[in-house]
């Protein structure tokens, strides 16, 4: 497989959707297709595609990543507020044989207590977050990376 043939799945999680609407003080004023549109462009700079995915519904988020062996060689995932407790989406991921980093626009550590908690992150090869956009890009980069994809 060539490079150019590597392809990546990013998932953006519930009410990510609104992104440019809602709480710009903590998710800025970028909106959810502007956002994929800076994804697909790095993308395109790192010889590699990518299909962005949002989804409010848990299992839509799932059977994505079911479907993902295949077709993709990794997955960067935002599951904003599923983060905190979906123990089927970290099941989803531990059990699919792909390697995938955790990515959060802002710093979850640095917001609310409960948010401090990942139960995604012991099945992730890392997480990046609080860095806005490039959470996403960092990801998209490192799983672009030779090692991770052959």
Not at 76 to 82: E, H, W
Not at 90 to 102: G, T, Y
Request: proline fraction near 3%.
């Amino acid at each position: 497989m060539a490079v150019g043939d590597i392809k990546f799945l990013v998932l953006h999680g519930p009410n990510l959707n609104l992104l440019g609407t809602r709480e710009k003080e903590i998710y800025g004023s970028i909106t959810l297709d502007e956002l994929n549109q800076i994804i697909y462009d790095e993308a395109k700079r790192l010889k590699v595609s990518v299909d962005c995915f949002q989804s409010n519904s848990e299992g839509d988020i799932i059977n994505a990543i079911h479907n993902a062996p295949g077709q993709y060689r990794g997955i960067v995932i935002n599951p904003a507020s599923l983060t905190h407790y979906s123990v089927a989406l970290r099941d989803a991921l531990s059990s699919v044989d792909l390697p995938a980093i955790e990515v959060h626009l802002s710093n979850i550590y640095a917001r609310e207590e409960f948010r401090h908690h990942s139960v995604i992150a012991p099945v992730v090869l890392g997480q990046i977050s609080g860095l806005g956009k490039y959470s996403y890009l960092l990801a998209l980069g490192a799983l672009a990376a030779e090692g991770y994809w052959r």
